[in-house]
């Protein structure tokens, strides 16, 4: 906030402008990854967050740190679309729940460190530096992924269709952002009642379109028959 003369409301927007990109983007990356490949699709994400990283390192301008921001989103959503289904895919069934368990404790385990590890890092260094502790092993993860990962092994080209969804992808961008708007305002709180007021009949309006695009297209970004799976809608259902 002191470096760019910005509030700390604005500087939220370095956190909110990050989560927004993921949001929109994981469930049109995690088709995107079954036609290109998921190898291609994970060492292209940790690429494009390595770029975004090194924007936001070298950051002049407040609005160069936000896309900066928005760049490393979209990475990390590539990465996401498809994490868990190479490690389904890798492990036998017998294994699954300790692999996907383990999956999902490193990740809180980042969530939870990546906290501390940032604070210390600002006590000796400036917040440049927390930018480039993301790089670092990023690179590393990005040479392992060209090296270590194999299409055959990691179930890559899950569908026989190439056609892509392009407007159930923006449908579902605009659902996630309006959804997340509404539940968690960055704007000034005087405007809250008017982003309830709008936020809320529009992302059921997007909410009803996308259903009815999804269950009349050949190609869906997402197939809403698998609800039809009482274990897939609980397990769904307790999640969110």
């Known amino acids: 906030a002191l470096?760019?003369?910005?509030?700390?409301?604005e500087v939220s927007w370095v956190v909110i402008g990050f989560s927004l990109t993921v949001t929109a983007l994981l469930l049109p990356m995690g088709r995107f990854s079954d036609l290109i490949g998921r190898?291609?699709?994970l060492v292209s994400g940790i690429g494009v967050f390595i770029l975004g990283s090194l924007i936001c390192y070298?950051?002049?301008?407040?609005?160069?740190?936000?896309?900066?921001?928005?760049?490393?989103g979209i990475g990390a959503s590539m990465g996401q679309g498809v994490g868990t289904a190479i490690v389904v895919s890798v492990f036998p069934k017998n294994e699954r729940g300790k692999a996907i368990g383990a999956h999902t404790t490193a990740v809180a385990l980042g969530a939870a460190g990546g906290?501390?590890?940032?604070?210390?890092?600002?006590?000796f260094y400036t917040w440049h530096a927390i930018?480039?502790?993301?790089?670092?092993?990023?690179?590393?993860?990005?040479?392992?992924?060209?090296l270590v990962l194999d299409d055959a092994r990691i179930g890559s080209f899950q569908s026989k269709n190439k056609v892509f969804d392009w407007t159930g992808a923006v449908l579902?961008?605009?659902?996630m952002l309006f959804f997340v708007f509404t539940?968690?305002?960055?704007f000034p709180y005087e405007y809250n009642l008017w982003v309830l007021i709008f936020g809320i009949p529009a992302t059921l309006i997007l909410l009803g379109v996308f259903v009815f695009w999804?269950?009349?297209?050949d190609s869906p970004l997402l197939d809403l028959k698998l609800f039809s799976n009482k274990v897939f809608s609980y397990a769904t259902l307790t999640r969110f």
Do not use: W, Y
């Open 3 to 9: 470096d760019f003369t910005v509030t700390l409301r």
């Open 39 to 41: 190898k291609k699709t």
């Open 58 to 72: 070298f950051a002049k301008t407040f609005l160069i740190l936000i896309l900066g921001r928005v760049v490393m």
């Open 115 to 123: 906290p501390v590890v940032a604070g210390i890092l600002l006590q």
């Open 131 to 146: 930018f480039l502790a993301m790089a670092v092993p990023a690179i590393f993860a990005f040479f392992l992924g060209i």
């Open 172 to 175: 579902s961008a605009f659902l």
């Open 183 to 186: 539940l968690n305002s960055p």
């Open 214 to 217: 999804e269950l009349n297209e």
